[in-house]
């Protein structure tokens, strides 16, 4: 009997994602439809004949959008990225399976959130364009020694452990806020975490309690000079907040690699274009502002490990019994207890 190949419609392709998809998807009976366009209700109807869709963090997934593939016989959204806030998994319940890939390299985001780091504090984004045009003054490059600063850590995940572990090597104190604690951790309240930290990074996922956790409110009560680094998610800072913190002083540098309009801005080369959003522009034009395009998880490790992952998540759904570690589900309105506890399918 010949196997049925699983169909799948791949939204938002970039060049690097499609040498590790083809390579596993043909290994094991998966056809990957590479779209360049994102998913959303308009080019939902893509995925028309598909078994599957695999989509990233820009995606649209809301109950509209999962309406119409339930309607074009869709049955599994495999996320090739870790957070889920872009998914409806409630509308989702009953309808559709979602998957995704819980950790592709956590030590990518967090090497990248330290390479964030020491580029702001040592200047080294100056230094680097002055050196190119052969400008070797050291104006205005003094930084300060990381050792024996502390830094508050949001979220200790797998992430933000492995960030904690890093800070350690470097001699910082570390002191960390989350819902839940992780042996041999300095964990203080969120309050205690902003009035102590000289460096503050965020590695806790984007939900209704996190949106906009730092905000003209909360910046209030940071030390002045404080560094923020963002690599989980644009809207877990309040941009605007950020940049009155910043042309007030209070800010010292902020690193981004995430920015809550990033949707139809980031992954793209828009160096030919005029740049429509006032607020990114602002940032950037500051000195002591460094953005990345969401790249934190784009090492050659991440995105073998993203192929393996979705591709595994796939091959369960479709071949196997069903049951994936990595589903999400809304079951017992818990979506993470919900994922670690199940045994069989939910529906
Ligand atoms: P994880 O699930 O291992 O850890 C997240 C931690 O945040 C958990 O310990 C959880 O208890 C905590 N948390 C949840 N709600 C919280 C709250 N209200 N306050 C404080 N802590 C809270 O996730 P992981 O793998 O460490 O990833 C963290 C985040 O990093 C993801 O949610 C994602 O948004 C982001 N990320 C960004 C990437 C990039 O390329 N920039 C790539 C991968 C992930």
Redesign the pocket.
């Known amino acids: 009997m010949v196997e049925k190949i699983i169909q799948v419609a791949f939204y938002d392709t970039k060049a690097y994602d499609k040498p590790s998809f083809e390579q596993y998807g043909g290994q094991n009976g998966i056809r990957f439809r590479f779209f360049e366009t994102k998913l959303n209700e308009d080019t939902a109807a893509l995925a028309e004949g598909c078994d599957a869709v695999c989509v990233f963090v820009n995606d649209d997934v809301s109950s509209a959008v999962i309406d119409k593939l339930y309607e074009y016989g869709v049955r599994l959204i495999a996320l090739r ?3 889920y ?1 872009n998914v409806d998994v409630r509308a989702a319940f009953g309808k559709i399976h979602v998957v995704h890939v ?2 592709y390299s ?1 030590y990518a ?1 967090a090497e990248h959130a330290a390479a964030l780091l020491l580029t702001s504090v040592r200047r080294i984004h100056k230094a680097y364009n002055r050196t190119r045009e052969f400008n070797f003054s050291l104006a205005g490059l003094t930084g300060f020694d990381l050792h024996g600063k502390t830094v508050g850590v ?7 452990r492995i960030f904690i572990d890093i800070c350690r090597g470097f001699g910082m104190k570390v002191v960390a ?4 604690q992780a042996d041999g951790v300095d964990y203080v309240s969120l309050d205690t975490l902003f009035a102590e930290s000289d460096v503050i990074s965020l ?5 209704d ?2 949106k906009h956790i730092i905000n003209a409110k909360t910046i209030e009560k940071m030390k002045k000079g404080v560094v923020l680094i963002n ?3 644009g809207a877990l800072i309040d941009a605007e907040a950020l940049l009155n913190g910043i042309r007030s002083r209070k800010i010292g540098a902020a690193c981004l ?2 920015y809550e309009e990033e949707a139809d801005i980031f992954f793209e080369d828009r160096s030919g274009h005029i740049m429509d959003d006032e607020l990114l522009s602002r940032l950037i034009s500051m000195p002591n502002v460094i953005v990345t395009s ?4 784009l090492t050659e490790e991440a995105l073998n490990n993203i192929a393996d992952t979705t591709v595994n998540n796939i091959i369960s759904y479709f071949k196997n019994d069903g049951v994936c570690d990595n589903e999400l589900c809304y079951r017992c309105g818990n979506i993470e207890k919900c994922r670690n506890d199940r045994k069989e399918r939910c529906f």
């Open positions: 990225s870790a957070g806030n819980p950790a956590p985001v949001v979220g200790t995940g797998k992430i933000g806020y989350d819902l839940f590695h806790c996922p984007l939900t309690d996190t690599t989980s998610r690699d995430v969401h790249q934190a998880f």
